[in-house]
Structure formats: C-alpha cells, structure tokens
C-alpha cells in the first residue's frame, strides 16, 4: 500500500496507469469467474477483526504499538493507522455448531495475549468505538504509525481534497473542527465480522446486511462522546464519513458519495456491481507496481487469480457493507464484510452483536427472500442514520411500510428471526441463547454502552472536571471488560475510579485544564470584556482570532487599570489593553508540577495552554485548588493506621493467648 522510495511525477503517474490496467482485468476476471462458476460456494465461513486502544496508567493514549507488536510476535496482530492501535485479524471458522463459542475463544485467547504483553509496558488495553480520553492534539500526524502506507495514504487523500479536513457533528452538543491529517480516522475503533456466501446468492444477502444495519447499530451503540462532546450514539459513523471524504466543496450540490458511504441502491445480480460503481466512482488512491502474474494468465495456467490491484482500490473504498474477494484454502471466495460495528464494550457484548447479525442476515433471506421486493433502499440508508444518531431510541421504518420503535422492533421481531436463522444453520442451542440472550437484555433494560457512557457522567453531575469524568469512564470499563461482563450489568462510572492512581490522574495540565474557555477577539470593546468577566466570575479572558489563535489575554488587573485611567477613551477596544508578547502559555502534555512551578516563577494567575499556537484550554489558580482540595479529600477517608488496625481486629474478632486455650 505504499513505496518506501520517493517517485517522480512521471513515474507516479506511469505506475497509476499500470496500476488502472491491473485493475480493469481484474473486474474482468471476476466477472469471468462468477460466469464460469469458478468461485467456492455451499460454504459458509466467519472472521473477525479487533482494533484496541493502548492507554497508559492515566487513561490517555498510549503510542506504542510497533513496541506491543514486536513483544507478541503474532502475526495476528498488527498496525493501524494511529500509534496508539493495534488490530486483531481471527482465523476463519465455519459458520456451524459452536463455531459462536469458538469465535468468543479466539477473541479471548489474543485479548489476553495483548493485555500480558502490553502491561510490560505499564500500558492497558482498551474497547471502545471512540477513546472517551482522546483528544485533538493525540492526532497529529506525529502520531501516526511511521510506515510508508499510511504516509501514502495520508498524502493521497490530501491530494484529492486539496483543503484541511473539516468535521462538524451535531448532536446533544456541536463539533466543529478543521485538521491537517487523515488521522480523524483514527478516532474510530471497530468491530468487523464477515460472512462468506455463495457468489449467486450473494445480492439477496448484501441486501438483507444492508436492510438490519440500523437495527443491528441501534442495539451495539458504544461510541457517544468525542472530544468530551455529547454528539451521536454511535459517532464513529459521522467521524469516518468525513474523516475521508475528498471531496471538496465544489461537489456538494451534485449527487456524489463519500468514500465512506452506505450505497446508493440495492444489488440487482451480483457483488461485480459493487466493485464496478467504485471503481467509476472514487479515484485510485493507492498503487503499486509490485503486482502479481496476469490474473487471466493465472485462469489459463489452472491457477488461483489473486486480483490484487481489486483488493488494493477495495480497500480504500470503505462501504459500510463491503463486499471482499479473498482465498482461503487455495480456494477463491466472496464475503461480505461488516464494518458497522463499534468495538467493545466487552468481547462478549461483540459476540452477541456477531450472533444478532449472522443470525438476521440468514433469517431474513429465509423468510421474506430478497428483502429488495419489500422495502425501499431510503429507508434502510434512513434507518442507518437514524440507528447512529438516537441508537434504541430511533423510530424505523421497516417491510411494509410500518414504523415501529427500534427497542419494539429487536424484541417482537428481529430476536425471534435471528434465532431462526441461528437454528437453520444448526449453531449450538446453548450458544444461540447465550449471545442472543445478551442482545435480549440489553436492549430491554435499554443498556447500550452508549447509554451507560451518558448515564454515567449524569450521575457524575458537577464533581470533577469534564477531564476526570473522561478518566472516570474509562478506568471504570476496564475492570469490566476484564471480567467481561456485559454492559448491561456495569455498575455505573464513579469519579473515586481514578482516586486509587491519583498521581497520574493530574499528572498533565490536559487531565486538569478547563475546555470550556471564554474567548473574545480584539476588536471586541473593553466593556464588553468587563461585563464576560463578572457574568462568568472569572479573571482571565484569552484572545483569539477568529480560526482560535491565542493573541493576547486580558486580566481582571488590566481591567481596573483601565478603569481608574484618566485619559481613557469612549468604545476602546481589547486590542489597547490586552497583554501581548508577555503571555505565558504552556502545551496539553506540560508537567502539572512544571507548570505550577511556571507560573509561580513567572508571577502569573493563568497559563493559556496552546498547541500549534491554537487555545485549547486554560489553567489558572483555580484548579490547582480544585485538585488540592480533592486531594485532600482523599487523604482524609484513608483511614490512620490505627484505625486500619482496629478494623482488621474487628474483622478477625478477639484472639486470647494460646496458653488460655480455645474460647468457651
């Protein structure tokens, strides 16, 4: 996916038209092969993919993975695009008997694995569709994994869009943000599972993958917060979209899609539709000239064609519901792949969310035959979007045209039919109830990992910092996923989860600084400054421009100052008195303990705290009184060694002397 030495103009655009060549032949191949019956069918296999997030001890992310990978030394794992991911590949199974147990088996085996050799780098593994800790400033391209493929991909992309990345979701809170790398993406952690089908049954199954992707979403929400905002309950879907899209402004009145997109209509005969329309519609991001022999060269010599350069450009189209050529066994196939779902929020929760979707994609081929003849494809793309949005609080529109709840329509109707379908396929009965009987519990209490999230710092209310909180979440699912225990059996998140480590809870002025900053610009009059700060009960107030530069900052002194000058003039503006050069700022990753002693050596009440010269937050007197006085808190319900003894002999009940014998 990428060449480690740098190409000229003409040579880059020699090999993209050797690389489109490849490409063409390769359709042309597989639709030979799909006529010719050439490709396996009467099997149905499963696999799976994992990416987890590495944190250390303060819940913030840990970029280490060429590190962790190189510990393992399992060709399982590798690399993703941030520094801070690893990905699980599972070997595949068939889709039969315990074949759900043994999925659940893989995923624990390799979990474990991880976690043992992460923890030798004081580094915990996380399962989360979106890291509630992340921030914007873990996303530089510093960040991103030092291989040439994803430097290719990063500048490709660019290319195409020719502007910085731009992400605006709305949902209980807003986001609007611009940045300079593809690695938004990197935000997202998933959940993919894929299912083998038989290449002339493959459109009425994609169908029905593509009709259940709301309901299957709305009932595996895990991704409701980023950057501490409260948008989508299942947010990765809105972050993906844009984190890729290269289109530019220009396009947006004409009907064309993201690269991450749902499809524009149901499959009519076969997957080679799909591969067609992307291959016309996004441009090639990625070549190579490292291609194998001619895939109708390999057809004429009895060999398995390897469609590369198809696989290549697939893989940068990313359909929510992506159709996959591969070989397994010597034998080439086509599958479906499932990229819908968040990772998390415990391994047993995935596979309950696998169970559910195997169990309805088969279920619903079985009853209604293609779903195509029953409902229209704007309402599966609307439920999808609707599933991401409100997860079990959605309304859909399902066959017939009948609106039902989501939580009335898993519960009266796609339950029942996913173990159907389940049955049908003869899966272990004792695996059917188990995982399904997840999805039943979770979505009759309601409990999504979304829900718990948001329930969770409800329950918080005005105690901590929104930083803490973020800690909180965090630190109180790892026990759980751990253990795991499905999500609707957590207790909620508590803020006292990162009292035990608070050393590391405000190690970094990110884990203690306020977000929420009042800012003004500089041509704004003073008074106006006045009024924020005693409407705010605040004493500083930054200066930006209007793209969140840091130009200066005005003190409640600099106000008085004002005010008590004799010659000052009607309407003056912040750009008179705010102070300039002599700003003491700091950066998110500063030292507590370096900043406190800054500011003291400085003689400053505040320290705006900045990165790429942009305010991300500010630090002043009054967190570091806030962090004292949680502290202290803490220190005083530790009980005194006396009383530590005193309940140990309360627990033990009293012991006599030994020559007194045995108590009476």
């Known amino acids: 996916m990428g060449e480690k030495r740098e190409l000229t103009g003409r040579e880059d655009a020699e090999r993209m038209t050797t690389f489109m060549q490849r490409l063409l032949e390769d359709v042309s191949t597989l639709e030979r092969m799909l006529r010719e019956d050439r490709i396996e069918s009467g099997v149905y296999r499963i696999g799976a993919e994992l990416e987890y997030l590495l944190v250390h001890d303060a819940c913030r992310p840990s970029p280490i993975n060429l590190q962790v990978l190189k510990a393992l030394d399992d060709d399982h794992f590798t690399t993703e695009l941030a ?21 659940h088996g893989q995923l624990k085996h390799y979990t474990d694995k991880l976690r043992r050799a992460s923890a030798g780098f004081d580094t915990e593994v996380v399962l989360a569709g979106i890291l509630p800790t992340l921030r914007l400033q873990d996303l530089d391209e510093d960040s991103m994994t030092p ?130 329309e992307d291959i016309a519609r996004f441009r090639v991001l990625l070549g190579t000239d490292k291609l194998p022999e001619s895939p109708s060269e390999s057809l004429k ?57 195997f169990g309805l994609v088969h279920g619903l081929v079985a009853e209604v035959g293609d779903v195509a003849e029953h409902q229209a494809f704007t309402d599966a793309r609307a439920n999808f979007l609707a599933a991401a949005r409100q997860g079990l609080g959605a309304q859909f529109a399902w066959l017939g045209g009948r609106v039902v709840p989501a939580k009335e329509l898993i519960l009266d109707n796609l339950l029942p039919m996913a173990r159907r379908g389940l049955a049908e396929l003869e899966l272990d009965p004792g695996d059917v109830d188990r995982y399904l009987g ?57 803020l006292d989860a990162v009292a035990s480590s608070s050393k590391h809870a405000y190690a970094r002025i990110e884990q203690i600084m306020t977000t929420d900053v009042v800012t003004i610009t500089k041509d704004e009059i003073v008074d106006l400054v006045g009024q924020i700060m005693s409407w705010h009960n605040i004493r500083y107030v930054p200066v930006v421009d209007y793209e969140g530069h840091l130009e200066g900052l005005v003190s409640h002194r600099g106000i008085l100052r004002y005010l008590t000058r004799g010659d000052r003039l009607p309407n003056e503006t912040v750009a008179a008195i705010m102070h300039r050069e002599e700003v003491v700022t700091v950066a998110p990753e500063t030292l507590t303990l370096d900043a406190l002693a800054l500011m003291r050596e400085c003689r400053v009440g505040c320290l705006p705290v900045v990165k790429n010269n942009v305010l991300v937050g500010i630090v002043s007197e009054r967190n570091f009184m806030t962090i004292a006085g949680q502290l202290l808190e803490e220190k005083l319900r530790e009980p005194s060694p006396s009383e530590e003894r005193v309940r140990q002999v309360s627990a033990e009940g009293p012991r006599l002397p030994a020559e007194l014998g045995p108590p009476l």
């Open 438 to 494: 997840v999805i039943e519990a979770r979505v009759s209490t309601g409990r999504t990992g979304a829900h718990w999230s948001l329930e969770s710092l409800d329950r918080m209310g005005g105690k901590g910092t929104l930083s803490q909180k973020l800690n909180a979440l965090t630190a109180s699912a790892i026990p759980n996923q751990i253990a795991d225990i499905p999500v609707h059996e957590w207790p909620l998140a508590r």
């Open 83 to 103: 520094r801070f991911n690893v990905e699980l590949n599972l070997d595949p199974l068939s889709l039969e008997g315990t074949c759900l147990s043994q999925l």
């Open 301 to 357: 010599a009895g060999r398995v064609p390897q469609l590369r350069a198809l696989q290549l450009h697939n893989s940068t189209v990313y359909r929510w519901n992506r159709p996959c050529y591969g070989i397994s066994d010597g034998k080439p196939h086509l599958r479906i792949e499932n990229r819908i779902f968040p990772a998390g929020p415990t391994l047993l929760d995935q596979v309950a969310n696998a169970a559910f979707w």
């Open 147 to 276: 291989l040439p493929r994803y430097h290719a991909l990063n500048r490709a992309i660019n290319g195409l869009r020719g502007r910085a990345f731009e992400l605006r979701i709305h949902g209980a809170d807003e986001l609007m943000i611009r940045h300079d790398t593809v690695m938004l993406e990197a935000c997202n952690t998933s959940f993919q599972i894929h299912l083998q089908v038989d290449p002339h049954r493959f459109a009425p199954f994609y169908n029905a993958a593509q009709a259940i992707a709301g309901p299957t979403l709305a009932a595996a929400a895990n991704s409701p917060l980023l950057f501490g905002r409260r948008l989508w309950r299942e947010t990765r879907i809105a972050v993906f979209q844009q984190a890729v899209d290269t289109r530019t402004s220009s396009y947006y009145l004409q009907d064309t899609s993201s690269r991450v997109h749902f499809g524009r209509r149901w499959v009519r005969e076969s997957a080679l539709e799909l591969f067609q």
